[in-house]
């Protein structure tokens, strides 16, 4: 047995209740999550899932309706693992604005613990829109539920789901509500890209092993690219996305965290508050845009048929280019070119590092050497290095050096939402996102979206790799999109 699974079954005894469990996101991602980490061991026996919906069921008719709903518990199906399951679940009716649920639900906690006599830590999953978030915690105190047992050294924690905000006032609103009622050490803002195994890389790649560190720096990296695509349109998404659009939806999150990884400084220690304090420093570090640089540094695009599938006229985007500059002494000057999608022709998520050409090169054709780290699918990190053509004269090519996950490990890859629920439960933070973290993205997201109703919106076909616009906005600087072929 791993490690990973004794310390998930000594965790302190917990109690977790999922508020939204009737929602898309329990049913699509928390609820698999929670079942696949069950039947591999991971999940603590004892722990119990108090899963708060407005709807009459009890706790079969409820897991019912999750299996129907979701689209990845086939296997749930099958009476016997299912009953073996259920022993995790209970289901309670409430609604979040009544002081009496939150009465009800006092009581049920006190109920499951009663026969044991143990104190339990209480988790809290807020899985519902953050609209809900202050009502939530205002019942949780008032019925005595976010105070823990001091004795036993039990905690209360949170974990609250995206989106953290619509720009920097309203993230700013939201980390005090939440800071009324809960200490920074307590929450655990998710950003699921950072459950990814390719993710977590990132820094094992970086940092263990002693032959990038030298190099990574504006110095001998000509730039970075960090994409992530997507097939599907916005379907069902429609009403929320377009309230948020590509750049807050997508940047102001996953890609600007990517980006903070793939350039800090090495932390002193594994810890969670030094790996945030370096990633700090990177999204501090992000130069502002001014409206010029808006026009010229930023494209937005929508797919055609976008607003047919929303039902209404919109200049959402869909799409969205930029390229940004990090205003520190070791990255000054050095383009990080971003983009994000819909609707276009493949689904792929990718960070490239393109290293300057060597500076004199005895050769012919030194191409510049190029790593790429394949965040999904087929998860892989690769480094393009230049060789000899065998046979007469110095012809050169540039193969691969590839670590490909499927090729050297059997097992499937952990789904990010099973990887953070465990860190959730067992309490480390490491992965989830600290207030400043979010507020230094939203202010830089904000100095975009100040000026940026001005830009045009260039349509383009959905399948397609994006608008025009956006292969000038890097052809512009003598560079191309990286396609990894
Ligand atoms: N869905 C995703 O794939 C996804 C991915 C990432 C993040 N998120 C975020 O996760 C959050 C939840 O998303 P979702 O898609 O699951 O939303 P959803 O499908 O609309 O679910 C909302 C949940 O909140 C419950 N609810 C609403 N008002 C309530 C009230 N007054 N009392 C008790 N329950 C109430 C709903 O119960 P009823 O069933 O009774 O209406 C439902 O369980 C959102 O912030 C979203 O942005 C979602």
């Not at 048929?305 to 070791?330: I, N």
């Amino acid at each position: 047995m791993s490690e990973l699974v004794k310390k998930s079954q000594r965790v302190d005894p917990s109690m977790l209740v999922l508020f939204g469990a009737t929602g898309d996101l329990s049913a699509n991602y928390l609820l698999p999550a929670f079942y696949h980490l069950d039947a591999s061991g991971f999940l603590p026996d004892d722990l119990k899932i108090v899963c708060v919906g407005r709807r009459d069921f009890n706790e079969q008719s409820y897991l019912d309706f999750i299996i129907e709903k979701s689209n990845f518990l086939e296997k749930l199906k099958k009476p016997k693992i299912k009953k073996y399951f259920l022993k995790h679940i209970v289901y309670y009716q409430g609604d979040f604005s009544n002081p009496d649920s939150f009465a009800g639900l006092t009581s049920v906690l006190f109920n499951l613990e009663k026969p044991t006599h143990k104190c339990y830590n209480r988790l809290y999953y807020f899985a519902t829109s953050p609209e809900f978030f202050l009502s939530i915690a205002e019942m949780l105190e008032g019925a005595g539920l976010l105070k823990s047992c001091e004795v036993h050294n039990r905690t209360i924690r949170v974990l609250v789901e995206k989106p953290f905000g619509f720009d920097l006032k309203s993230a700013k609103k939201l980390n005090k509500l939440l800071l009324n009622y809960f200490t920074e050490d307590q929450i655990y803002r998710i950003d699921h890209y950072q459950g990814k195994e390719t993710v977590q890389n990132l820094m094992v790649v970086r940092f263990a092993n002693s032959i990038f560190e030298p190099l990574w720096s504006k110095d001998n990296i000509d730039h970075v690219e960090i994409s992530v695509l997507e097939d599907e349109t916005v379907g069902g998404r429609g009403k929320f996305y377009d309230r948020a659009g590509a750049l807050r939806d997508m940047v102001q999150n996953h890609l600007l965290q990517m980006l903070a990884l793939v350039l800090m400084d090495e932390p002193k220690e594994l810890k969670t508050e030094l790996i945030r304090d370096e990633k700090l420093k990177i999204l501090k570090g992000l130069k502002l845009f001014s409206k010029k640089d808006c026009k010229t540094e930023v494209v937005r695009g929508q797919y055609g048929g976008y607003m047919k599938e929303t039902g209404k006229q919109s200049v959402t985007e869909t799409y969205v280019a930029l390229k940004v500059f990090v205003d520190l002494p070791r990255w000054r000057g050095m383009p990080i070119y971003l983009r994000t999608g819909k609707a276009l022709s493949k689904k792929v998520t990718e960070i490239s590092i393109h290293f300057k050409e060597p500076s004199k090169c005895l050769f012919t054709h030194c191409a510049s050497n190029i790593m790429t780290l394949r965040i999904q699918p087929d998860e892989s990190v690769d480094l393009r290095i230049n060789n000899k053509i065998p046979g007469f004269g110095v012809d050169l090519t540039q193969k691969k050096l590839q670590f490909g996950y499927k090729k050297e490990f059997e097992k499937d890859l952990p789904p990010a939402y099973e990887r953070l629920l465990l860190d959730f439960i067992q309490g480390d933070q490491r992965l989830f996102i600290r207030s400043d973290e979010i507020e230094a993205a939203w202010k830089f997201v904000g100095s975009i979206t100040d000026s940026w109703r001005d830009l045009p919106l260039s349509m383009y076909k959905k399948g397609s790799h994006g608008p025009e616009a956006a292969e000038n906005l890097i052809k512009k600087d003598m560079r191309e999109w990286w396609t990894g072929e």
